[in-house]
């Protein structure tokens, strides 16, 4: 784990214009550029609200007030998640060439992903703080957590990241099987109904998905009234993210020789 | 003070086909041995248990044919990968040149690419802004550079990703066959570049076939065939004994395609200095055998230029023969003919030929510049008609230490008078 920090640390600068790189790379040639940044998750915002609200009105949307609002608050940090994990799946096997020809840290490629996944949520969080003021909910001091929550949902994915990014090397099936499982995830996260909503034995299972309470902790400090009071359990989750984080290093390392022939 | 040691490795290949390297999730997370367990027709065995060390300053070459395990040795060498066994210790920064530009980015500039490429050989930010000008220049670039690399050219694309490698400035420098793929001018760069890392003690190691540069360069060598060592030591003396080696085997290839059966049936072409190859004639003399013999009157079929060489066609008449004539042409491999002559153009006065007899053509100097020839052997009445007439059925190669240029390679030397000095002619 120390050893991972060191490394990350080392590689900040080249992690660093890897990003910036996928990020140019990404929107050279498009008319729009960077403005997709925003526009994607605006866009994905109105088909979510078209959706829960015009086509199947049914309970969510009705008894929640400001529903674009707290849509938003669990689409944009899942977009992160999701898209972070399944360009991971792939980021090893497309970058074989660099693996096999320059001797090269590996685990850059898979936290690249992970930080470019990170700008992306970072471009679309004026979009929600207009949403906010749009909908005149107050800011409250809640919204210093948010760093906080931020970071867990960091390290989280880069554990992820580590694990997904190695074992499709030598797995290739996990592609697919990731996903479906992010589909299945989707859903079993409170993201288009509130999390009171589920049945309680639903509740129960779904509290054991981390990703829950990050979506519920994203909420209450942002667009929910009252003091948040979630933190001890932010904290918890922050212990767990970094339990997984280290979990995935182990299982990058043991397979790091590995991967230069595999791929 | 070495700073390139290798103890005894072994390098395991699996073969590929089989499916996966690890069956389940759990032998890939807890299986200490990765390749041990597999047994002979599912692994490749590219390295056998080589052993060398590469003195700190020195230049080593590593030469062996395709497949040889060379370029695993230099991927072992550079950290890429692990020896199944044994050990292999480099001691300072090191740079390898073996895929130039891997890690460009298509979309965006050369000026980023260099920077991201210089940061993944291990450079720092900085480090790389102060030689950005030098590795552009180097790269002769300078127009192209804010260009993205998709428009690169793929001659610019591997001159970029050259000189960021070179201008990583290692202790250490790795080098496999990259100097084939530049023109003249940047190969010559390339040379006075590794040259000038000689001349700074930095330690240089060459996977390379231009045998030449082997020996002009090198301070050690080492020859690789299929995993094992097959010659260590001065390069001279290693390439020598890999350009034999070479040659015996071309040899036996070429013995075994000397097609002297081929005959052909109808008339003889009226020219045959444009004929396709081929054996013509009425056989009232036949040509049994042809072989090139070198002084020592050994059987071969490749030469070193300037060697001395014996054609010997054994000829047998069938009936005793007052009119025949033997001619012998060489032709290079674009069917130029180089020289041709027979023993009438010559002067000689047949008087008679009858049974088994052996016609000895000899040249002192085989007189060409390297590469294949075919050989034309005949024996004929005085007025062209054939008894037996072996249009390029014989091949052999010259090899030459020299890459001159012509058709033939005369006998010279070269004289300075004072004012100029010059050395290694």
């Known amino acids: ?263 | 003070m070495n700073a390139i040691e290798v103890r005894d490795v072994r390098k395991v290949y699996r073969r590929y086909g089989r499916r996966t390297q690890f069956g389940t999730l759990k032998s890939a997370l807890l299986s200490r041995g990765r390749t041990h367990d597999l047994n002979q027709t599912t692994t490749f065995e590219a390295l056998r248990g080589v052993s060398f060390d590469v003195a700190q300053g020195k230049t080593f070459g590593i030469v062996g044919r395709n497949g040889s395990g060379k370029s695993t040795m230099l991927k072992l060498i550079a950290g890429i990968g692990k020896p199944t066994s044994g050990e292999v210790q480099v001691h300072g920064r090191l740079s390898a040149l073996i895929e130039l530009g891997a890690g460009f980015h298509p979309e965006i500039s050369g000026r980023d690419n260099v920077f991201i490429n210089g940061m993944m050989l291990g450079l720092s930010k900085r480090e790389v802004a102060t030689r950005f000008d030098e590795i552009v220049a180097f790269a002769d670039m300078q127009e192209f550079i804010d260009a993205p690399v998709k428009t690169y050219s793929s001659g610019m694309y591997v001159r970029l990703g050259f000189s960021v490698a070179i201008n990583v400035d290692p202790d250490v420098l790795l080098v496999d066959e990259v100097l084939a793929v530049g023109d003249e001018a940047f190969t010559h760069k390339c040379l006075d570049k590794f040259a000038d890392f000689k001349r700074r003690g930095k330690t240089v190691l060459l996977v390379t076939h231009m045998l030449d540069l082997v020996t002009r360069f090198c301070d050690d060598a080492i020859w690789l065939d299929h995993g094992v060592t097959r010659a260590h030591g001065d390069p001279k003396r290693v390439i020598d004994a890999y350009r034999l080696d070479v040659a015996a085997e071309e040899n036996r290839s070429m013995a075994a395609g000397t097609a002297i059966d081929a005959t052909r049936r109808g008339d003889a072409p009226t020219d045959m200095s444009t004929a396709r190859e081929g054996r013509w004639g009425s056989r009232e003399a036949e040509i049994l055998s042809v072989e090139f013999l070198r002084r020592d009157g050994t059987a071969a079929h490749v030469f070193e230029s300037g060697e001395a060489v014996e054609i010997r066609i054994r000829v047998r008449a069938h009936q005793r023969l007052t009119d025949f004539v033997f001619g012998v042409g060489i032709f290079s491999a674009d069917g130029v003919c180089c020289y041709g002559t027979n023993t009438d153009i010559e002067g000689a006065q047949p008087a008679e030929f009858s049974g088994d007899a052996d016609v000895g053509f000899h040249l002192d100097s085989l007189a060409l510049i390297e590469g294949s020839y075919k050989i034309d052997v005949a024996v004929h009445r005085r007025d062209g008609t054939p008894y037996d007439y072996h249009r390029q059925l014989h091949t052999i190669r010259i090899a030459s230490q020299w890459k001159d240029t012509g058709v033939f390679r005369p006998p010279h030397r070269w004289t300075f008078s004072s004012g100029i000095r010059i050395t290694g002619l």
């Open chain 1, 1 to 263: 784990m120390l050893h991972s920090l060191r490394q990350l640390l080392r590689h900040r600068a080249l992690i660093q214009s890897l990003v910036a790189r996928e990020l140019k790379a990404r929107y050279r040639g498009s008319a729009l550029g960077v403005i997709w940044s925003f526009l994607n998750p605006l866009l994905l915002l109105l088909i979510y609200t078209f959706v829960f609200s015009v086509v199947v009105p049914g309970s969510p949307s009705r008894q929640i007030e400001h529903y674009p609002l707290f849509l938003f608050c669990g689409i944009l940090p899942w977009t992160w998640l999701s898209s972070s994990l399944l360009e991971s799946a792939n980021v090893l096997v497309a970058g074989g060439a660099l693996l096999r020809k320059v001797l090269f840290p590996a685990e850059v490629l898979p936290l690249v992903t992970v930080f470019a996944g990170l700008v992306h949520f970072a471009l679309g969080l004026p979009i929600l703080i207009a949403f906010i003021l749009y909908y005149r909910v107050p800011i409250t001091a809640d919204i210093a957590w948010l760093p906080l929550i931020v970071l867990d949902q960091l390290l989280l994915t880069i554990g992820l990241a580590l694990i997904v990014s190695s074992l499709t090397v030598h797995f290739r099936d996990l592609r697919d099987l990731l996903s479906n499982v992010l589909t299945l995830a989707f859903f079993a996260t409170p993201i288009v109904y509130p999390l009171s909503e589920a049945p309680a034995w639903a509740q129960t299972l779904l509290a054991l998905n981390p990703f829950t309470h990050l979506t519920v902790a994203y909420r209450e400090t942002l667009v929910m009234p009252g003091l948040y009071s979630g933190w001890p359990r932010l904290f918890a989750l922050g212990l767990l993210s970094l339990a997984i984080c280290g979990v995935g290093y182990f299982v990058f390392d043991r397979l790091r020789d590995t991967l230069a022939e595999e791929v």
